[in-house]
């Protein structure tokens, strides 16, 4: 059997979304992006609340994953309840019914001449 892996909350703290892009698009659209593991038996209803530096916290945005799924979710995207500002730092706050894997990732490609990519992972308990 699998075991269950991840935890409630999650929480990153520099999330930044880049107005500009190059190169092709779709692939090259500067964006922040998580990605989210459900390894459970049950389906994992995901809250996000996103923190400004001078503003009071949106959110919460819903994302559900099916059991022993994944989802990514681009921050790009997110409209409902409303959208996340470009150009403006950002944190986030995650919160699950049940535990999950959370990785958070960040593509800059504002820059024609070159472009970053971030990501952190999640170490698992043995």
Not at 35 to 52: Q, R
Not at 57 to 76: D, M, Q, T, W, Y
Not at 97 to 126: C, I, L, Y
Request: glycine content about 6%.
């Amino acid at each position: 059997m699998m075991k269950e892996i991840g935890k409630i909350d999650w929480a990153f703290s520099a999330g930044r979304i880049p107005f500009r892009s190059t190169g092709k698009e779709p692939e090259m659209v500067s964006h922040d992006k998580i990605a989210i593991l459900n390894t459970t038996e049950e389906e994992a209803v995901v809250e996000l609340f996103i923190f400004y530096e001078d503003e009071k916290p949106v959110g919460p945005f819903e994302i559900k994953i099916e059991p022993k799924r994944l989802k990514k979710v681009g921050f790009n995207f997110l409209i409902d309840p409303t959208c996340i500002y470009l150009e403006r730092n950002y944190s986030c706050y995650i919160r699950s019914n049940v535990k999950v894997v959370v990785q958070f990732s960040r593509m800059n490609t504002g820059m024609a001449a070159n472009a970053e990519m971030g990501t952190m992972a999640f170490p698992v308990d043995s």
